[in-house]
């Protein structure tokens, strides 16, 4: 497929903002549409590109509402906005991040999100899936060539800079990662 669908990543801050109702009175929507431009193609498809005075990647975190109801990441599922898919089964959809924090980085989301917003929303129910992601993402590092490994991140909440409520993880490898992480 052409285009990208990345719109969340991991923040390297070490700040410790709180969150601010206040500030939060744009939709999640909102926010995460703020991420993306939508430019005319000649073709039918949907191209996007980073906009270079977006929100911060926090900012959005600490906007974003957390719900159930449906993301960016639906639409990703869905068909509706393209993505560089790199592996899809019935169950786990993965993508490129459209704004890469390491040479490789990839989302992988369920398929079908059942109250799992964040990793904090776990429930027993949750296991086979939660398990699932974890090694659909050892295998589609092993499809990525990351042989010397790779890191594994799931933001959960306002102060874990999670700004779509849809559990995904993230996948970066083709560098050294640093630690602390952020």
Known sequence: MTGSGRVDRASTSGDTTTRNPSTCSSSRFDVLISHLSFSPSPSPRLHLHRQPSMASEKEAALAAVPSD?????????????????????DKVLAFRDIAPQAPTHILLIPKVKD????????????????????????????????????????????????????????????????????
Request: hydrophobic share 30%; with cysteine; net charge negative.
């Open 69 to 89: 109801s449906p993301t960016i990441f639906d639409k990703i599922i869905n068909k509706e906005i393209p993505s560089k898919v790199v592996y899809e089964d």
């Open 115 to 182: 109250g799992l917003t964040g990793l904090s929303k776990a429930e027993e129910r949750h296991c086979e899936i939660l398990g699932y992601l974890l090694y659909t993402a050892k295998q589609v590092a092993k499809q990525e060539g990351l042989e010397e490994g790779y890191r594994i991140v799931i933001n959960d909440g306002p102060n874990g800079c999670q700004s779509v409520y849809h559990l995904h993880i993230h996948l970066l490898g083709g560098r050294q990662m640093n630690w602390p992480p952020g």
